[in-house]
């Protein structure tokens, strides 16, 4: 195997001088990509941060396909897990500013076969404090040749059956729940009239000018898809053969277990696939003071902390969860399973959002970006 390869970094004009003076985040920034490819952390990493006008700094490296030695580049796709859920939770807002969905409205109303009683609303899916349980998703995926065979509304309705009642009264607390957001996608697909991706691709990737090769709901072109890998020596990997379709396990490359390219049973709880570029979009338009996917009520609506019907203050919006760096508090979505990893950020403070992609089930994202925003977040670029 050649020496892995690092490659192509970037960063763009965020004022007349940037050419003669980068700021001290760029060479930080890159340092520590550069050793997590080297030190083999992950097989291949993308990440941008970018702020409403600009995109202030790109990378990629590494391998998106090891045996092959395919490296990583900007047009190179992953899969985005559960960082779908923000884009989803946008879906739904967008229909209650069109006066087609009340967010306090009971979901049996959009959905049929609903078992949950008539207790749980929409704002309850989109905060996760409906009570629907939520067991390990793993197994809850297809190959990519059985796509287009693919029963989605057979799957959920044997996810629910198996899965009936709610794990607590709705609305009493917190708890993460992929059914729900796969709830979520059926009352979308009700309201609109529309198959759930069909609705996402016109009023939310259309309008941010996002092509379908950066990001949606198929992967676009095989070549340019990353292989997604286990580590070797990982409990997930031991524990591989209950956790994860046999058909999706492939071969070892070295101290990495090959992921075959597989869907997400439900598109609205973890579908999207794209580029950490794709989604940088999503973040600037989100930076801009003007938003094209909804009117400023419903944006502000999209980052209200919300809470439980006793009052309980939550660490949860209407789609986005809320952290702090160093007293600086952010907005983000992660998402993860086999064979990918990543998180999205958005700094409203300090004008800047950040996202990061690996096709490595096991990297702490989480840690990546508190190490990379860190410097970025402080310039205030």
Partial sequence: MKQLLVLCVFTAACGPTMGERQPSAVPRATSYLNTLISASNTPGIQYVVVNATDVVFEYHGGWADIRREVAVDASTTMMAYSMSKTITAIAALQLVEAGKVGLDDPVERYVDSFPYGTSVTVRQLISHTSGIPNPIPLRWVHPAARHGSFDENAALAAVLRDHPSLSFDAGTKYAYSNIGYWLLGKVVERASGQAFPAYVSEHILRPLAIAPRELGYVVTDSTHHATGYLEKYSF?????????????????????????????????????????????????????????????????????????????????????????????????????????????????????????????TGLDVRRVLNALDASFVATGL
């Fill in 236 to 360: 997930i990997n031991l524990a591989k053969g209950f956790l994860i379709d046999r058909d999706l396990i492939g071969d070892y490359a070295g101290r990495w277990l090959e992921i075959r390219s597989h869907y997400l049973n439900g598109p609205a709880f973890g579908g999207l696939v794209g580029t950490a570029s794709g989604f940088s979009k999503f973040l600037q338009d989100q930076l801009r003071g003007t938003s094209v996917l909804f009117n400023d009520t419903t944006r502000r609506l999209f980052y209200a902390p919300q809470q439980t019907t006793q009052g309980t203050p939550l660490a949860m919006t209407l789609g986005w969860h809320i952290g702090d760096l160093d007293g600086t508090r952010f907005f983000y979505k992660e998402g993860g399973g086999g064979g990918f990893h990543c998180m999205m950020r958005v700094y409203p403070g300090s004008g800047i959002g950040t996202v990061v992609m690996t096709n490595a």
